[in-house]
């Protein structure tokens, strides 16, 4: 079983792949829970169904981003530990931990299932898919404990170099959710209440699974009872890192609900055909999602060790990788988008609608090879104020009022209104490479004042 890595020395692109590939295998699966709750309710459902599941599981994934962001900060302010050699205070940086996101989880707990209805009415989830909605919401938000806990799990392990551990729970987890979806959805007949029962039950067992190989094989540095308590300074710093983070992603998933909730407002042949091609495209930009996140870590541990030469190279290597890997994908999306899209629903007409919306994603996911890789060097070296501001940037000064203005011309087009996305990608890399060059250029400035 694979213990913490130091990334400080030694190659850099062997270790990043080694790191990375198993990232990608457990985001796959993770991704394989939306998925597969399509699948089956495509199977065995109307597209009323479809566009339930769609409309619900985008609400939950804006939830998950936010939880996702804010675990961002545990894992850089980890990585940045076990890099400058401090693994006294690696437990007190987990044991904060705990404690911040059990509130959050609880919080979640109470608060989302009270506003579902609320929710799903801002997505204008169409009629007849509101109350399948509604449901699927509040069975999902009945486990966000154990939502917040897999992702603070996943941010320990992947802080301490360690990205095996998550992809076996959550691989064993994807097992029991296709069970569930079969059992519930095919078996009783329960369509979108019986996928959300599946997941939720999928990822109480991932988090029992991660638990319980923590319990059996400990931690690489000291961890007690003692540690789990509310570190003022500790958690400061966490949120300091991580709320950026959240609050961008938060944000960006918001744009994106706002252009679900134009394409909803064509009907649910549009609605569902955009929730097919969503659940491709988590599939797609699953690549770039995982250097991201590999590269958070990696340059953690090198800003940690004060080696931002290595970060730098680690982070051209990651953008190599992922774009020779993303013209895979943008080929297969681009020239084949109808055969996925028939993975996912056997309508014709929501497969047309789908793989209309998912050229336009196919564009985006050779611009992204470069931006997710930008995203997860800053987040290791901490600046993550800064990926927030070129986020909303792109969100909400290009990605919602492009997406608008292409609903409003006649025929309406999937694919027109899906090119908002590679647009505020590429205004993004544009900010991102301005940034990495002010950052560049202060740093040597600094050198040269030492020296002298």
């Known amino acids: 079983m694979q213990r913490n890595s130091n990334f400080t020395s030694g190659r850099i692109l062997a270790p990043l792949l080694r790191f990375a590939l198993p990232v990608l295998g457990a985001l796959i699966l993770q991704a394989m829970y939306g998925a597969v709750d399509l699948l089956v309710v495509g199977r065995f459902g109307a597209p009323a169904d479809v566009s339930a599941v769609s409309t619900g599981s985008q609400l939950m994934h804006t939830i998950t981003t936010v939880i996702t962001g804010l675990s961002m900060g545990t894992t850089v302010l980890l990585g940045q530990n076990i890099g400058s050699g401090d693994q006294r205070r690696c437990g007190d940086i987990i044991g904060g931990a705990i404690c911040l996101f059990a509130m959050l989880g609880a919080v979640l707990t109470l608060l989302v299932p009270l506003t579902a209805r609320q929710l799903c009415a801002l997505m204008q989830a169409p009629v007849e898919a509101f109350n399948q909605s509604v449901l699927y919401v509040v069975i999902c938000a009945a486990g966000s404990l154990f939502i917040v806990a897999y992702n603070v799990l996943g941010s320990v392990f992947r802080g301490m170099g360690d990205s095996r551990t998550p992809l076996l729970a959550v691989g064993i987890a994807c097992a029991v959710n296709i069970a569930g979806d079969l059992l519930f959805v095919a078996g009783f007949g329960m369509a979108a209440a019986g996928a959300a029962l599946a997941t939720v039950l999928a990822q109480g067992v991932s988090v029992a699974l991660c638990l319980l190989v923590i319990r059996r094989r400990g931690m690489p540095f000291p961890f007690e009872r003692s540690n789990i308590r509310p570190h003022r300074e500790i958690l400061k710093r966490t949120v300091l890192l991580g709320a950026p983070i959240a609050l961008q992603d938060l944000l960006v998933s918001i744009s994106f609900l706002v252009l679900l909730a134009i394409v909803n407002g064509l009907g649910v042949i549009a609605s569902a055909g955009m929730g097919v091609s969503e659940k491709l495209c988590a599939f797609i930009m699953l690549v770039p999602s995982a250097f991201s996140q590999s590269l958070s870590a990696f340059v953690a541990q090198n800003i940690g060790a004060a080696r931002p030469d290595r970060a730098r190279r680690a982070m051209l290597w990651g953008m190599l990788s992922s774009f020779l890997l993303g013209c895979i994908m943008a080929w297969a ?120």
């Open 333 to 452: 999306a681009f020239f084949h988008g109808d055969v996925l899209g028939g993975i996912f629903s056997r309508d014709a007409e929501v497969v047309a609608a789908g793989w209309d919306y998912l050229r336009a994603y196919a564009i985006d996911t050779l611009l992204v090879s470069f931006l997710f890789c930008f995203i997860g060097y800053f987040n290791g070296c901490g600046n993550t104020t800064f990926v927030m501001v070129q986020g909303l940037v792109g969100a909400f000064g290009v990605r919602i009022p492009v997406s608008w203005l292409m609903s409003r011309i006649e025929p309406v087009s999937l694919f027109r209104i899906g090119l908002a996305t590679p647009c505020s990608t590429v205004v993004q890399i544009c900010l991102c490479a301005a940034f990495f060059a002010w950052t560049l250029r202060r740093e040597h400035r600094f050198a040269a004042r030492a020296v002298e």
